[in-house]
């Protein structure tokens, strides 16, 4: 038998309520990590955990808004608290479709404050720590509609996609500096690019099927992918297996940016 990649680390898990955040969840407990599932949608949260707890055992349910500073530090405390320490975090919770601003505070500065909180922590630490950032392909190229050439040109027209691809590159970069400033404390910082995964936050989408059509031929691979498969990268960059990787933004893009 295989043996358990997370066996007795403890996570968080932020945007655990659905998609990436509920596979990447379920998938760390079945490496056997003891699990914080984290979202500003509580019920959801604790509709992860009490799911990972009927199949793995350990994992409690938090609400957490990534965008308050005291929030996430607490709730990292809490995850270490309850499970006598904090090994991973997988900084995941972001948005689409919202406006600059908002998009910039929960996709940037979300992530910064639990890459601020977290890399601290985990650097006091003998045994140091993980953290794996959510990135995207947005944040290593720029993204195509199947009509590129209509547009509205007007202020503000692109604000949502604007600020979403700002937001994604910001996360590379911030993972590249932590990741440098934490390594020699045992803290390793990594990313994963997603492609277009079929999750709810790409039903819009999907519900055109000419959009549909369109975006996943952007993928060499021909389809869009699975949330189970970042997952299964994110349980990697947590793992003692990737303990020589620190500072990459790592495509899970289906051949999307070998374009």
């Known amino acids: 038998?295989?043996?358990?990649?997370?066996?007795?680390?403890?996570?968080?898990?932020?945007?655990?309520?659905?998609?990436?955040?509920?596979?990447?969840?379920?998938?760390?407990?079945?490496?056997?990590?003891?699990?914080?599932?984290?979202?500003?949608?509580?019920?959801?949260?604790?509709?992860?955990a009490?799911?990972?707890?009927?199949?793995?055992?350990?994992?409690?349910?938090?609400?957490?808004?990534?965008?308050?500073?005291?929030?996430?530090?607490?709730?990292?405390?809490?995850?270490?608290?309850?499970?006598?320490?904090?090994?991973?975090?997988?900084?995941?919770?972001?948005?689409?479709?919202?406006?600059?601003?908002?998009?910039?505070?929960?996709?940037?500065?979300?992530?910064?404050?639990?890459?601020?909180?977290?890399?601290?922590?985990?650097?006091?630490?003998?045994?140091?720590?993980?953290?794996?950032?959510?990135?995207?392909?947005?944040?290593?190229?720029?993204?195509?509609?199947?009509?590129?050439g209509d547009v509205t040109i007007e202020p503000g027209a692109f604000s949502g996609a604007a600020g979403y691809i700002a937001s994604k590159h910001g996360v590379a970069g911030l993972t590249k500096q932590f990741a440098l400033a934490f390594a020699s404390s045992g803290v390793r910082v990594n990313a994963i690019a997603p492609g277009y995964i079929e999750t709810a936050m790409t039903a819009n989408v999907r519900e055109s099927q000419e959009y549909n059509d369109f975006i996943v031929s952007l993928h060499p691979i021909g389809r869009m992918g699975q949330p189970e498969e970042i997952a299964s990268a994110a349980a990697f960059l947590a793992s003692d297996d990737a303990s020589f990787i620190t500072g990459i933004v790592l495509p899970v893009d289906g051949g999307y940016t070998s374009r």
């Open 1 to 48: 038998m295989r043996e358990k990649a997370l066996l007795n680390r403890k996570a968080l898990v932020t945007g655990a309520a659905r998609g990436i955040g509920r596979a990447t969840a379920e998938r760390f407990a079945e490496e056997g990590a003891w699990v914080a599932c984290a979202d500003i949608n509580e019920e959801g949260a604790q509709e992860t």
């Open 50 to 148: 009490n799911t990972i707890q009927q199949r793995t055992g350990k994992a409690i349910a938090m609400q957490l808004d990534v965008t308050d500073q005291n929030a996430f530090s607490a709730a990292m405390n809490r995850t270490a608290e309850e499970f006598g320490g904090f090994d991973i975090l997988f900084n995941n919770a972001g948005i689409a479709g919202g406006d600059w601003a908002t998009t910039l505070e929960v996709n940037l500065t979300g992530v910064y404050n639990g890459l601020a909180y977290g890399a601290h922590l985990m650097s006091q630490a003998d045994s140091g720590g993980s953290i794996v950032n959510t990135a995207s392909i947005a944040g290593l190229v720029g993204l195509i509609g199947p009509r590129v």
